[in-house]
């Protein structure tokens, strides 16, 4: 797997007055015991005995092939690739030369001596790719939590001594609804940057931008963290990854314009699941959880240090990163369930269903299902009303009742269509008698209860940093992760986004827009 941190040794351009600062993972950190999960060859073959995973997960035993109830013929007014190739076969070889079906020699039921080499590529499911990714990312970032402590320190000075710390760590797509100072649970310390004009000497600012206006911040004055993110430019990824677009024409790089780099240990790829029918990229994108988790950690320490001057150098970010690593590996227990439901959308979508995700209350968690990178194309794209009943609603959420979702799930569900719904079964300790997923035919807890957060602060009378947002998007990151597992094992490979900021992405995406219009997924 690529991750950004691999490739270069430099973190640490301008140290300034902080102090050298030993990058360990948590086990080296008094009083954690927070999970570690290497990820290096996590989707290449292993080449000795197979181990454990050490994610928790029982290992997986290979699926049956689908039976022929289970996979039924294409209907003929939509032919599978093997019918067009098939047909163009014919016409260079001539109709007379093609034996017919009926001519054609039976398969051999007989076992050979190769089969047991054929996986195909793919001898793990999805889900499970995805997942034990996500944790692998979690893992790396426990090793930034020293560094955390001490950019914490130093934002709490700041602070004090009557500057503002911003933030325009965002870049992407759901992290500009998650990570929005007004965010239900924010301590509300770290301020939105919108404009560098506004920031003054004595100020501190965590960024993903690396431009010439962020190089004139920090020469007045801002001190500037650049905290990596796959869809900028870096130098920790191959030179000319990166499309022009999402580029700096400067040449700078994030050692020139910062004083410091933290990492967010997500791939520059974006996505976590290897397929080898799509092997242009990996799928599903990933940068969420990377810099979310940072995102929460760095507001946890904050607001601590802010309360109590006394405060160790690193403790509630460790908090929170446990709790959500934690409550992600809960996640596992659902991995029966998302199966059965991913083979359920796979017939609906083979009969010419669509797939659409509402999210009223938190629109960050749809907008990371929809024209995202390493995302599928099928998302939110099609008319509604063409099948109905064959349609798929999932409803990604932070909250049991959102009426505005309560609504979408039951008129769905009355049409016939498969509603799915993600979120806390419970609020604040409160279960709604007539909530979301009681509309639901399916439902995936996301085990975090808490409206607000996770961190209890002294002095404040309501808990701050949720981890309610991240885990339910894992939830349906994984979903989609085992829909496309499903799909391709019937022999049905769905098209997929290429992240525009790579290079040709945009190109591979219009090229091929017009094949998924036809095939419809």
């Known amino acids: 797997m690529e991750y950004d941190f691999l490739l270069f040794d430099d973190r640490r351009p301008r140290q300034d007055d902080l102090p050298e600062c030993m990058l360990g993972t948590l086990e080296t950190i008094s009083g954690t015991n927070l999970y570690q999960n290497p990820t290096e060859h996590l989707h290449d073959s292993p080449t000795g005995p197979p181990r454990r995973p050490t994610t928790g997960i029982r290992p997986v ?17 939509q032919p599978s690739r093997r019918d067009l190739l098939l047909g163009g076969a014919a016409l260079v070889g001539g109709l007379a030369s093609i034996p017919t079906a009926s001519a054609a020699p039976a398969s051999s039921t007989t076992k050979s001596k190769w089969d047991k080499e054929y996986t195909f590529g793919h001898s793990q499911l999805f889900m499970d790719h995805y997942h034990q990714g996500i944790l692998g990312i979690l893992g790396k970032i426990a090793g930034e939590a020293e560094l955390v402590g001490e950019l914490t320190s130093r934002a709490a000075r700041v602070v004090r001594a009557g500057h503002d710390v911003w933030t325009s760590m965002n870049d992407g797509h759901m992290p500009h609804w998650e990570q929005r100072a007004d965010r239900l649970g924010s301590p509300k310390i770290m301020k939105d940057q919108k404009d560098l004009k506004l920031l003054k000497p004595g100020d501190m600012l965590f960024t993903n931008h690396c431009n010439k206006q962020v190089l004139a911040t920090r020469e007045r004055g801002v001190y500037v963290v650049a905290v990596t993110i796959s869809y900028i430019d870096n130098e920790f ?42 092997p242009e990229f990996r799928l599903c994108p990933s940068s969420q959880t990377g810099v979310g988790a940072l995102h929460w950690m760095l507001n946890a320490e904050l607001a601590n240090k802010l309360a109590d001057p006394k405060a160790k150098p690193v403790e509630k970010s460790i908090e929170y990163l446990e709790t959500l690593v934690d409550r992600i590996k809960r996640i596992a227990t659902h991995r029966d369930a998302i199966r059965e439901t991913a083979v359920a959308m796979t017939r609906r979508i083979r009969r010419g269903g669509r797939w659409f995700v509402q999210a009223k209350a938190h629109e960050g968690l749809s907008s990371e299902m929809t024209h995202v990178a390493s995302g599928p194309m099928i998302v939110n794209s099609g008319d509604w009303s063409t099948k109905p009943r064959e349609n798929v609603l999932l409803v990604s959420t932070i909250t049991p009742q959102h009426p505005d979702e309560v609504k979408a799930a039951r008129t769905a569900r009355s049409e016939g269509a498969l509603v799915i719904g993600i979120g806390p079964r419970s609020l604040d300790g409160k279960t709604p008698r007539n909530g979301l997923f009681s509309h639901c035919k399916v439902t995936f807890d996301n085990f975090s209860p808490e409206s607000r957060g996770v961190i209890r602060i002294r002095g404040r009378q309501q808990p701050i940093c949720p981890t309610t947002g991240l885990t339910t998007n894992v939830i349906q990151q994984m979903l989609c992760a085992q829909w496309v597992d499903e799909m391709v094992r019937r022999g049905f490979v769905p098209y997929f986004y290429q992240g525009g900021y790579q ?6 995406n219009s090229a091929m827009k017009i094949h998924f219009e036809r095939q419809g997924f």
């Not at 410091?260 to 397929?275: D, E, N």
């Open 503 to 508: 290079q040709g992405g945009s190109e591979y």
């Open 237 to 278: 990824r191959p030179a000319g990854f990166t499309d022009e677009s999402h580029s700096n024409p400067d040449g700078l790089k994030l050692k020139d314009v910062s004083h410091v780099i933290l990492h967010s240990h997500t791939p520059y790829k974006q996505g976590l699941v290897r397929a080898p029918e799509i």
């Open 61 to 77: 035993t290979r699926p049956s092939p689908p039976t022929a109830h289970d996979d039924p013929r294409p209907r003929p007014e």
